[in-house]
């Protein structure tokens, strides 16, 4: 069967990250913020990620159970990801060219197709787990421990949960069937040992759930079985107390400094 060409089109791959996600009332996302290129699919999870964080801080304001201000932490948080992405993405692109022009030299001098990628390529091309699921968030949304704020960013295929704050809640079996992750959503999260006591201090306006955490976890977590971690609707951790507080008001002046940015 013969085959018409009707049109060529040429597509440039970009790479690019906006200098500001905010200015004033227009809030950039996703491809508009940061143009990722294709290798390693990693723009599509930058733009879902951006979106997540974003929501539940236009729901608090336009719900006004949070101020204007936390909108502010959007760019903090989501920017430096977008620059990590895309050193990421463009290093992937890197390294598919190479093995290209390797397979063609090995085409030019009648060498067969080797039986797979072989290390060290594919583990440099594939080291994004860390990036997705090790992101940490530093702004004025994220209350860091007595101990100073952790590090950014993990690197490598090897990714540590860890429930210090701004990372992402890591998963853990609340029951058969049922994760840490399940209980996350449209809320805060407040997973402890000791959930009669913290419910007994939930206040309004802010929409919080309280779960109970098995006490096998609390080492995983970093805290004693009277202590807490109170993860934000995109889950990740925006506080973590050790223990019990001496304060029942903890929590109020928690979620007031979080969502008042």
């Avoid at 909108?71 to 290209?100: F, G, I, K, S, W």
């Avoid at 860890?162 to 996350?184: F, I, K, Q």
Wanted: net charge negative.
């Amino acid at each position: 069967m013969r085959v018409s060409v009707v049109r060529v089109q040429h597509w440039a791959m970009n790479a690019f990250v906006a200098e500001r996600f905010r200015q004033g009332r227009i809030l950039l996302a996703g491809d508009a913020a940061h143009a990722v290129p294709i290798i390693g699919g990693l723009g599509m999870n930058a733009g879902v990620a951006d979106a997540h964080n974003l929501c539940w801080k236009l729901t608090g304001v336009l719900h006004e159970w949070a101020g204007p201000g936390l909108l502010d932490t959007y760019e903090r948080e989501r920017q430096p990801v977008a620059h990590l992405t895309l050193r990421q993405a463009v290093a992937n692109a890197q390294l598919l060219l190479q093995a290209q022009d390797q397979r063609r030299e090995q085409l030019r001098h009648g060498q067969a197709a080797p039986a797979g990628i072989e290390p060290p390529w594919s583990g440099q091309y594939f080291a994004q787990l860390g990036l997705v699921l090790g992101v940490t968030y530093h702004s004025d949304a994220v209350l860091p421990d007595d101990g100073g704020p952790p590090e950014p960013y993990e690197s490598g295929t090897d990714h540590v949960p860890t429930a210090e704050p701004g990372r992402r809640m890591p998963h853990l079996w609340l029951a058969h069937h049922r994760s840490t992750l399940d209980t996350l959503g449209e809320w805060f999260t407040l997973l402890t040992p000791d959930p009669t006591y913290w419910e007994h201090h939930t206040t309004p306006p802010w929409p919080l759930r309280v779960e109970a955490l098995p006490g096998e976890h609390t080492d995983l977590c970093g805290f004693h079985p009277r202590g807490a971690v109170l993860v934000r609707p995109d889950g990740h951790i925006a506080a973590r107390w050790r223990d019990r507080p001496p304060s029942g008001a903890a929590l109020h002046h928690a979620l007031t400094a979080i969502t008042q940015s």
